[in-house]
């Protein structure tokens, strides 16, 4: 068994495997082989295998939870704050644009791209799993690991 320190441990986040429940399940990596987690809204157990090569090379090459081998990376843009984003930038648009201050209305809509670009420069990035969706965060990006493709993804569905 080989261990990774705390601070830079791999977190795993998964769905409950319960078909009703689909709750974010959050599971952090500190050592390879079996750890059994379950779930905190419906406490399904989900068992998850950590190959030893990612945490002795942190590198994701096949899953810890299904048996899926591909993986696509993409960006760990925060959802919500985008959404968040999105619905106050609108807000104070709509006003500029009732009172027909165009110039005011593009001006706001135009920040918004700008902090989104902002965000967007900042933030990690994560490798999902085609087959689960599982996300691995904390991990080494596998040179063979690209963007989504469709493609790949509906051989999945
Ligand atoms: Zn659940
Ligand atoms: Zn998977």
Redesign the pocket.
């Known amino acids: 068994m080989s261990n990774v320190s705390a601070s830079d441990s791999i977190l795993i986040t998964h769905r409950c495997p319960k078909a009703a429940c689909q709750a974010r399940i959050r599971t952090r990596a500190e050592r390879d082989g079996r750890i059994e987690t379950s779930c905190p809204t419906c406490h399904e157990p989900t068992i998850l295998d950590i190959p030893s090569d990612v945490c002795t090379d942190r590198m994701i090459t096949r899953?810890s939870?299904?048996p899926?081998r591909e993986f696509f990376i993409r960006k760990d843009f925060p959802q919500k704050l985008g959404l968040l984003l999105v619905i106050v930038f609108g807000l104070v648009a709509s006003v500029f644009y009732y009172y027909e201050n165009i110039v005011a209305t593009f001006a706001t809509l135009g920040a918004l791209v700008l902090v989104d670009a902002a965000i967007y420069l900042f933030v990690g990035k994560v490798t999902v799993?085609y087959?689960?969706?599982?996300e691995y965060r904390g991990v080494v990006y596998n040179p063979d690991h690209e963007g989504f493709d469709l493609a790949t993804s509906e051989k999945y569905d």
């Open positions: 899953c939870l299904c899926g799993c087959r689960c969706r599982a």
